[in-house]
Structures are given as structure tokens and as C-alpha cells.
């Protein structure tokens, strides 16, 4: 392999997990603990915590592929990842609110993104015990376990933001299951990978960071994450937030969409 070549997926997978768990160590110091909290745009929380997480990944995760873009939440953009084949996208922590709040719905989403696609991706939620990771054709595993593959149309259970899930459970919570709000977006979508709930409703404004690795966590458990109209993000934009979106399984995405639709739920 030439000094510029892309490492093969299955050695970027195990970078990414190392540094995730190494990174949730770090991020646990301040769970429950001292943690100052500021304020960015939008009231949106950002805290100590974050910034350490994002040290630590930004040098760690660079210095060992310097050729890779970078895109990170609390890291100031930079046109030069355009140009990059292969780029980190990485929220230092996806549910800032719930983990400032000590709730243990929280992870670290570091995912490697190639010539716009997920090809892998890691979910380190050191609180609940638990490390999604997946790359592509290799499979999806929990805690080292493969998951299952999603199959059958049938969905009974959702979840979405508090104002979502609101919502839908006054429209049918007679026929569907409304599973309570969880801070982290990345790990509602995991939750759909690992079959704790059918589907997932994201509303418009999410990021790349919110969505790279859960996405491919999804695609290797046979699930899908897409638009409205059916089509899968595309990473390494020039623009980074997206449209409303929702995850399921394969054979129920059609279904899905016409859920979020009837009910003018994404818009």
C-alpha cells in the first residue's frame, strides 16, 4: 500500500473503535462531574466535555491518517476536507443535553466517510456499556456480537424528538408504540440497527455528524436511513445539515415513509 493509499476498511473500523473507547474514558471523567457548559448558536449546549473528546480524536485519529479530512462538530470547518476521498466525520458527544443532564443516553459517533458514503462507522456509549461499530460488507456488531439482519415490513414501534414523539402518539398512539425520547440522535438510529425499536423519525436541521456512523451501522444491519423521498444521504457536502429523515429496515421503509407523510410529521 502506497504511503497515500486508503487503509483497508477493516483497519480504519479498529482505529475508530480504539479511539472511540479510549475517548470514552475521557468523556466519563466528566459525566456526572465538574463539566463547565457554554452556549453556541441557538441556545444549542456545548461543553468541557466535548472539547477534551474532540482533542483527543481530532489529534489522535489525524496523526495516524494524516491524508484523511476532518469534520467535527466542534471543530471549525474547513474547505480542504472537500478535496479528500476519505474523511473523519465525528461528534465528540451526540446528546450533549442528556449528558450534561446525567442521563446515560449519550455516545461518541466516529465515522469515516469515502468519496461521500459511510464506509465506517463506531457508536461508543460508554455510560450504557455499550460500543456499536460496522464498516462496509463487514458486517454490524454490538459489544462484539453481530446484529441481526433487519427483515419483515411490519412496524410497531417509533420514536423521534420529544415534539415528534408527542405528536405521533396523539395521532396514533392507538396503533403504534411511541418509544420515549432519547437525547442522542445517533443512538435513536442505532436503536432501529439493533431492533430495540422498528423506526425512526429525524426531523429537519440534523448534521453529518449526527447521522455518518449510525448510518453505516444501519446499512450493515439491513436497514436503511433516508430521506423522504427514499434517497440515502450524501456526506461531504459543502452544506452539512439535511432535510427531514427517517431509518427502518429495508422492507419497511416504503411503509415509513408513508407513516411520516400521512401524518405531515417531516416537513
Known sequence: MAANDPAPLSADLQLIEKAAKQAGRI????????????????????????????????????????????????????????????????????????????????????????????????????????????????????????????????????????KLNREIRASHGDTLSVVPFVPSLAYRLAMVAGCKVDAALVKQGASEWDIAAADVILQEAGGILAGLDGARPQYNQPATRYGPLLASGMEAVGDVIELAKSGGFLH
Open 27 to 162: 468523556a466519563m471523567t466528566f459525566f456526572r462531574a465538574d463539566n463547565q457548559v457554554w452556549h453556541k448558536h441557538g441556545n444549542s449546549p456545548v461543553s468541557e466535555a466535548d472539547f477534551a473528546v474532540d482533542r483527543f480524536l481530532i489529534e489522535t485519529l489525524r496523526a495516524a491518517r494524516p491524508g484523511y479530512g476532518w469534520l467535527s462538530e466542534e471543530t471549525e470547518d474547513s474547505g480542504e476536507r472537500l478535496s479528500a476521498s476519505r474523511i473523519f466525520v465525528v461528534d465528540p458527544i451526540d446528546g450533549t443535553r442528556g449528558f450534561i443532564d446525567g442521563r446515560k443516553e449519550w455516545c461518541i459517533s466516529v465515522a469515516v466517510v469515502e468519496n461521500g458514503v459511510p464506509v465506517a462507522g463506531v457508536l461508543e456509549c460508554p455510560a450504557l456499556g455499550e460500543t456499536y461499530a460496522a464498516a462496509g460488507g463487514l458486517g454490524a456488531r454490538l459489544n462484539g456480537g453481530k446484529l441481526a439482519v433487519l427483515s419483515g415490513r411490519s412496524v410497531a414501534s417509533v420514536t423521534a424528538s420529544s
